[in-house]
Protein backbone atom coordinates (compact mmCIF):
# COMPACT_ATOMS: atom_id res chain seq x y z
CA UNK A 1 0.00 0.00 0.00
CA UNK A 2 1.66 3.60 -1.16
CA UNK A 3 -1.27 5.42 0.13
CA UNK A 4 -2.97 5.33 3.81
CA UNK A 5 -5.51 7.93 5.83
CA UNK A 6 -4.95 8.21 9.68
CA UNK A 7 -6.45 9.86 12.28
CA UNK A 8 -4.04 10.24 15.48
CA UNK A 9 -5.20 10.94 19.16
CA UNK A 10 -3.66 12.10 21.93
CA UNK A 11 -5.10 9.85 24.19
CA UNK A 12 -5.74 5.96 23.74
CA UNK A 13 -8.91 6.64 25.09
CA UNK A 14 -10.50 8.43 21.80
CA UNK A 15 -8.87 6.14 19.60
CA UNK A 16 -10.32 3.00 21.11
CA UNK A 17 -14.14 5.10 21.16
CA UNK A 18 -13.63 5.71 17.75
CA UNK A 19 -12.56 2.17 16.52
CA UNK A 20 -15.25 1.21 18.45
CA UNK A 21 -18.28 3.40 16.84
CA UNK A 22 -16.43 3.04 13.78
CA UNK A 23 -16.98 -0.58 13.95
CA UNK A 24 -20.74 -0.05 14.66
CA UNK A 25 -21.13 1.83 11.25
CA UNK A 26 -19.26 -0.88 9.25
CA UNK A 27 -16.41 1.53 8.21
CA UNK A 28 -13.22 -0.60 8.03
CA UNK A 29 -10.60 0.70 10.53
CA UNK A 30 -7.90 -1.23 11.79
CA UNK A 31 -5.85 -0.01 15.02
CA UNK A 32 -2.05 1.12 14.54
CA UNK A 33 0.98 2.56 16.21
CA UNK A 34 1.02 6.29 15.47
CA UNK A 35 3.57 6.52 12.67
CA UNK A 36 7.04 8.56 13.76
CA UNK A 37 6.52 10.72 11.06
CA UNK A 38 3.32 12.58 12.70
CA UNK A 39 4.57 12.34 16.33
CA UNK A 40 7.63 11.16 18.60
CA UNK A 41 5.48 10.04 21.80
CA UNK A 42 4.02 6.83 21.91
CA UNK A 43 0.21 6.27 20.72
CA UNK A 44 -2.18 4.27 18.70
CA UNK A 45 -3.96 5.99 15.68
CA UNK A 46 -6.82 4.23 13.38
CA UNK A 47 -6.54 3.57 9.50
CA UNK A 48 -9.25 3.86 7.04
CA UNK A 49 -9.79 4.15 3.68
CA UNK A 50 -9.99 7.19 1.88
CA UNK A 51 -14.12 6.34 0.87
CA UNK A 52 -15.05 6.41 4.55
CA UNK A 53 -13.56 9.78 5.41
CA UNK A 54 -16.61 11.85 5.55
CA UNK A 55 -18.01 9.07 7.54
CA UNK A 56 -15.04 9.10 10.04
CA UNK A 57 -15.05 13.05 10.38
CA UNK A 58 -18.91 12.87 11.03
CA UNK A 59 -18.53 10.04 13.69
CA UNK A 60 -16.01 12.36 15.22
CA UNK A 61 -17.67 15.47 15.34
CA UNK A 62 -20.99 13.87 16.33
CA UNK A 63 -19.45 12.26 19.49
CA UNK A 64 -17.00 15.13 20.45
CA UNK A 65 -14.15 12.57 20.50
CA UNK A 66 -10.87 14.73 20.69
CA UNK A 67 -8.56 13.84 18.09
CA UNK A 68 -4.94 15.16 16.95
CA UNK A 69 -5.21 15.47 13.05
CA UNK A 70 -6.44 13.32 10.14
CA UNK A 71 -3.67 12.23 8.07
CA UNK A 72 -2.86 11.13 4.54
CA UNK A 73 0.47 9.48 4.16
CA UNK A 74 2.06 8.40 1.57
CA UNK A 75 4.94 6.04 1.20
CA UNK A 76 7.74 7.36 -1.64
CA UNK A 77 9.53 5.02 -3.76
CA UNK A 78 13.13 5.88 -2.36
CA UNK A 79 11.18 4.54 0.95
CA UNK A 80 10.65 7.63 2.57
CA UNK A 81 7.02 8.99 3.93
CA UNK A 82 5.07 11.76 2.95
CA UNK A 83 2.73 13.28 5.62
CA UNK A 84 -0.05 15.68 5.19
CA UNK A 85 -2.42 16.71 7.63
CA UNK A 86 -6.04 16.67 6.19
CA UNK A 87 -8.10 17.52 9.08
Known sequence: MNEM???SFNSTHHAIRLDKLLGEASV???TL???REI???CGI?????YEDIEKVKAILAENNIEYKGIYKIIRLENGTKEVENIG
Do not use: K, Q
Open 39 to 41: TAS
Open 45 to 49: SIRFL
Open 28 to 30: RAT
Open 5 to 7: YIV
Open 33 to 35: PTP
